[in-house]
C-alpha cells in the first residue's frame, strides 16, 4: 500500500506531507531518524488503525500503567476535588447524573465518539455541560491523547428562555410571604439584584451607610459587586440584625431548600415560570430599560454576570434621560456661576 504520508525538511525542521490533502504538519524535530520514525508511525496508523491502536495501548502501559486503567469515575471525583463550597455540591450533583451511567465505569483509553452522544441522547443539557467539561479536562490533564469528539462536533448547548419576574408578581410573593426575614430577602433580591446565594450571605458589615452601598465578594466567581441602594430598600436593611449576617435563619438552608420554598410561595401567590435567578434579570432589564450605563451595572452585579450580558444585548426599548438631567440628578455637577 502506498504511504499516505512523505517527510521534507524545511529550515532545519522536519515536516510529514499529507499526498492526500496537501497539508504539512511539523513533526517538531530536528533529528532525521526521529522524524522518519515518527513518519513511519503515522503512515502505519493509517494503513492498520486496529493494529496501532494495540501499540499505541502498549507504549501507554509500559510508560504509565495507570493511564490505561483510568475511568471515567475517575475524572469525575478529580475535578470534584478541585471545587468548593456550593460549586463542589453542584458538581457532585451534576455526576449523579443517570446518563453518566453508561461511561462512569468506562475506561477514558477505550471510549468512542458513538459512546458520549448516547450519554447526550439519554441526557438533558446540563448532561451536555458536564460531559464537555468532563472531556476537556481529562484532555487538558493529558488522560486523553485527542478529543474523543472534535469541538465542532459537540451538539449544542440549547437553554430553556428564561425570563425576569415582573413587578407585579413580584408584589404578589410578598404579600402572601408571611415570614418576616424571607419577605426581606425577597424585597432585597427585588432592589440589588444578587443571586440568591450572595443576597443571603450578606453580613451587616458589608453595608457602608455613608455612601449608602453595599460590597460583597460573588460566591460563584469571586468577582466583587459594589451596588448603590436607594431610600426603600435603605428601609428593609434597617430593620435586619445590625452585625453578622442579615439572614440568619434562611441562610443555614442549602440553596435548593431555599428555592424549594421560593417554588411554593409563587404557588401560593399564582406565579410561575421564575425563579430566584430571575430577579437578577429583573434588576438587569430594568438597569437597561432606565438608561442605566453598561459600565454601572457590571459594577453592581459582577463583570461577569450573565443576566447584565443577556439585558444589554437585546434590543428594548430604552428611556434614555437627557443630559441635563443626567448631570443635575446623577452626576450633580456644579453649576456655573453667572457672569
Request: glycine content about 4%.
Amino acid at each position: 500500500m502506498k504511504n499516505r504520508y512523505r517527510l521534507y525538511r524545511r529550515n532545519g525542521t522536519f515536516y510529514s506531507w499529507d499526498n492526500v490533502t496537501s497539508k504539512r504538519e511539523s513533526l517538531e524535530t530536528k533529528d532525521r531518524k526521529q522524524a522518519q520514525a515518527l513518519l513511519q508511525t503515522k503512515n502505519e496508523a493509517h494503513q492498520q488503525p486496529a493494529f496501532s491502536l494495540q501499540k499505541a495501548r502498549i507504549y501507554l502501559l509500559e510508560s504509565n500503567p495507570s493511564l490505561v486503567k483510568r475511568t471515567w469515575k475517575n475524572v469525575m471525583d478529580e475535578i470534584t476535588r478541585t471545587k468548593e463550597g456550593t460549586t463542589k455540591e453542584r458538581y457532585e450533583r451534576a455526576f449523579a447524573d443517570t446518563a453518566l451511567d453508561l461511561i462512569r465505569n468506562g475506561t477514558l483509553l477505550e471510549t468512542k465518539a458513538e459512546e458520549l452522544f448516547n450519554v447526550l441522547a439519554a441526557g438533558t443539557v446540563a448532561t451536555n455541560v458536564f460531559l464537555r467539561r468532563l472531556h476537556n479536562f481529562a484532555l487538558d490533564m493529558n488522560w486523553l491523547p485527542c478529543s474523543i469528539i472534535p469541538k465542532k462536533q459537540w451538539p449544542a448547548v440549547r437553554y430553556q428562555d428564561k425570563r425576569a419576574i415582573t413587578f407585579e408578581e413580584h408584589r404578589n410573593i410578598i404579600r402572601r410571604e408571611t415570614n418576616a426575614e424571607r419577605q426581606a430577602f425577597y424585597e432585597l433580591c427585588w432592589h440589588l439584584g444578587g443571586s440568591q446565594s450572595d443576597i443571603v450571605n450578606l453580613q451587616a458589615e458589608d453595608i457602608d451607610w455613608t455612601d449608602r452601598t453595599l460590597g460583597y465578594s460573588r460566591k460563584k466567581t469571586r468577582s466583587s459587586a459594589l451596588i448603590h441602594f436607594g431610600k426603600e430598600a435603605a428601609s428593609i436593611l434597617r430593620e435586619l440584625p445590625e452585625e453578622g449576617p442579615l439572614f440568619r435563619a434562611f441562610r443555614k438552608l442549602g440553596a435548593g431548600h431555599r428555592a424549594t420554598e421560593f417554588a411554593r410561595i409563587c404557588a401560593r401567590a399564582g406565579v410561575s415560570g421564575v425563579t430566584l435567578h430571575s430577579y437578577r434579570y429583573a434588576w438587569a432589564e430594568r438597569a437597561k430599560t432606565a438608561g442605566y450605563p453598561e459600565r454601572f451595572a457590571q459594577q453592581a452585579l459582577g463583570h461577569n454576570s450573565k443576566a447584565m450580558h443577556r439585558a444589554y444585548a437585546k434590543k428594548a426599548q430604552v428611556k434614555l434621560p437627557s443630559l441635563e438631567e443626567y448631570e443635575n440628578k446623577i452626576v450633580a455637577l456644579p453649576k456655573a456661576k453667572a457672569g
